[in-house]
């Protein structure tokens, strides 16, 4: 009954048509249609004409390379030094996954492959794989050859034939080892579509080398070829998913619509693509999957079709991309180059083109407003990736702590309250969270997303409303959660700017969602930045349905449990009572230790609602799922920060809990910053 119930809303909030293509697809699977039209071969055996267009072994140019002396001066001698120890490491087995540790690079898989389709249709063979890696996308990152690009850029920048022939001897190793439509690294329409589009490149950044043989590059081109073959048949998946799965797919076939001349490649690829910008980016300019890092991976494909395109985009897809641009730009933290870590974050990155770190957004930022914003940051090491899209800098500059948005800003520090309209699918339950930054640190932080197939409890569990910087009521979520990857009874929040009364104050926001539908609890977050870079969150809530009285009648008092939660950096910690001069109730000073010295978060309630429910009145601060102060309740899932895919890092969580019949309440949140 919950499976059809849950069914029944995906049905009404998503509407038929994502439904009807996903039934479409799994027809295909189980009838064996797909199988037919995607046979498996060898590319080292096969003797499939490329095109009439195109000898064998010859290259079709869709961009050209920069300049090298523009390259060094943008990179300077530090950069260089990181370029090349990155390739090295490359060179010697490694590369970084999801931007974090070196790991080994295995193209490889032990054990014998099926047709993709059988992974797809025979759940065992998937438990299988699950028992060889404890996580599908650790098999499916090195594939996207992601290394390619730093061994691509660090030949042409030195003309060393070493980096291209490490290229060959991974291609190869690949090649020999994953046969067309055969093994797991086919049966995902978007992994092929990005290895494809990282092929492509590959042919262009290594095409002059020595190790370049005529006998190589026609493999090559082989296997770029049979890539895209592979994509249109289940297309169909893509757009019944209707996210980055459309787009890198859509990408992906114009791609090789042109670096083939197939104009029914090309014509195909170039109709969805324009699609899913339109559909897929909203009136603000946040994509359809409510992330940062999947916003960043919608922009960095625009922004390689921005650098092969023969065609004009439309001026909706333009204006749509303009605002991609722009949400993003609002997001940046100039000091360290970071976003809030929003959604999820599935630790993609598919244009490395700069020597950055993984979760430094300036270089996407900058491509980005170069390309349909027409203006830009301060220029530095991040704009290499401009150098390789061909956009050249601006005439206009702007930072991003002066870029007009929505958010608030301190003199010295600022926030993103998260108050969101969906007309989509989204990625976490966080209205209302509040990503607070000072001086380039990030203080309220989101969790992020650590794994989407880890054993339980982490498979996928930093979704929810309790780890996000909000207030849960009785321990439910905003939304129900129908899945791993399924939200449904999406909710939508308000937001406005107010003029506050205090004339120390900067800025005021106001905000308001109705999460709890049951029991029509109203919950309103106001926050305040003053002069001195101290912020006030003030968090009230409504009964609405004591609002229901009418001819005498009267609802029956009902008591709920309110928790505010922080996640906070595993900084030096210190907590003791708030001086009761300070605040009109009961309430927590937690000290942390910076490294620009010493803060506090200062959390409280009203004296009468602490006393009320005296017995359901907890505080506590966690660190990695163990309590380390107070008597609130923890989970394994509480005090840990999530940077990167795969990647969990410990964090203070520190809460309040107390209970409420009906009466307005709320907690109060006070950010304090040294002087």
């Known amino acids: 009954m919950a499976s059809l119930s849950a069914s029944l809303k995906y049905l009404f909030q998503l509407g038929p048509r994502p439904l009807a293509l996903y039934g479409l697809y799994k027809f295909g699977l189980i009838t064996g249609h797909y199988k037919r039209v995607t046979p498996v071969f060898d590319i080292r055996k096969s003797s499939i004409e490329l095109s009439t267009s195109y000898p064998k ?13 523009q390259l060094k001066q943008i990179l300077g001698d530090d950069g260089q030094q990181a370029l090349l120890a990155e390739a090295d490491e490359i060179l010697d087995g490694k590369f970084r996954l999801f931007g974090s540790e070196p790991v080994d690079i295995k193209l490889t898989l032990d054990g014998p492959l099926h047709h993709w389709t059988a992974y797809e249709r025979n759940p065992q063979l998937l438990s299988n794989l699950q028992s060889l890696v404890s996580d599908i996308k650790f098999l499916w990152e090195p594939a996207r050859f992601g290394f390619a690009f ?58 002059t080398a020595p190790a370049s043989s005529p006998e190589r590059r026609g493999a090559l081109l082989q296997s770029i070829l049979q890539h895209a073959t592979r994509i249109p048949p289940t297309l169909v998946y893509a757009r019944s998913q209707n996210n980055n799965h459309l787009v890198t797919e859509s990408a992906a076939m114009y791609t090789a619509g042109l670096f083939f001349k197939n104009p029914k490649w090309s014509a195909l690829g170039w109709k969805w693509l324009n699609w899913a910008f339109q559909n897929q980016i909203g009136d603000y300019g946040e994509y359809i999957q409510h992330s940062t890092n999947y916003h960043r991976l919608m922009l960095q494909t625009a922004l390689w079709v921005n650098l092969i395109k023969q065609d004009v985009f439309s001026a909706i897809t333009t204006q749509a991309l303009g605002r991609s641009a722009h949400w993003l730009f609002s997001l940046l933290d100039g000091a360290s180059g970071r976003t809030p870590n929003l959604g999820a974050n599935d630790g993609a990155s598919i244009l490395p083109l700069s020597v950055t770190p993984f979760n430094d957004f300036r270089p996407t930022v900058q491509a980005a407003a170069r390309a349909f914003l027409r203006t830009g940051i301060s220029p530095g090491v991040w704009d290499e990736m401009s150098l390789w899209l061909g956009l050249k800098e601006t005439a206009r500059v ?15 520090s600022w926030a993103y309250l998260r108050a969101s309209r969906f007309k989509s699918r989204l990625s976490h339950i966080d209205q209302l969270h509040l990503d607070l930054w000072w001086r ?72 308001y969602l109705r999460g709890y539908r049951k029991p029509h609890i109203r919950h309103e977050r106001t926050v305040t930045v003053y002069n001195d870079d101290h912020w006030v969150v003030w968090d009230n809530f409504i009964f609405e349905r004591l609002k229901l009285k009418f001819d005498g009648f009267k609802p029956p008092k009902e008591t709920h449990l309110f928790r505010i939660h922080w996640l906070l950096p595993d900084w030096e910690w210190q907590i003791v009572e708030t001086p009761s001069d300070k605040i009109n109730g009961v309430g927590y000073d937690l000290n942390l230790l910076s490294p620009h010295g010493r803060m506090t978060v200062r959390l409280w309630l009203d004296y009468f609602f602490a006393t009320a429910f005296e017995d359901q009145f907890t505080v506590g601060l966690a660190r990695a799922g163990e309590s380390v102060w107070g008597n609130a309740d923890v989970q394994t899932i509480d005090g840990w920060v999530s940077p990167s895919y795969g990647n969990k890092m410990p964090a203070l969580s520190f809460s309040m809990t107390a209970a409420s019949e009906g009466l307005p309440s709320g907690f109060v949140t006070e950010f304090i910053f040294p002087k």
């Open 57 to 69: 072994g010859s290259i079709a140019h869709l961009f050209p390379l920069p300049n090298r002396e």
């Open 150 to 207: 730093p061994l691509g850029r660090a030949y042409h920048l030195t003309q060393d034939n070493k980096y291209a022939e490490a290229f060959w001897k991974y291609f190869e190793t690949f090649t020999e080892a994953n046969p067309v439509n055969c093994g797991p690294h086919w049966m995902n329409g978007q992994e092929v579509a990005i290895r494809m589009m990282t092929l492509v490149w590959a042919a262009h950044a290594f095409e």
């Open 398 to 412: 702007t930072d991003s702590d002066a870029y007009i948005t929505d958010n608030l800003r301190g003199q010295n």
């Open 440 to 511: 380039g640190l990030n203080i309220a932080q989101d969790a992020g997303t650590y794994s989407y197939h880890a054993e339980p409890p982490w498979e996928n569990p930093l979704v929810t409303t309790r780890v996000h910087n909000t207030v849960t009521v009785d321990g439910r979520d905003q939304m129900t959660r129908a899945g791993k990857f399924l939200v449904l009874d999406w909710v939508n929040a308000y937001s406005k700017t107010e003029i506050a009364a205090d004339e120390n104050a900067i800025q005021q926001v106001e905000a």
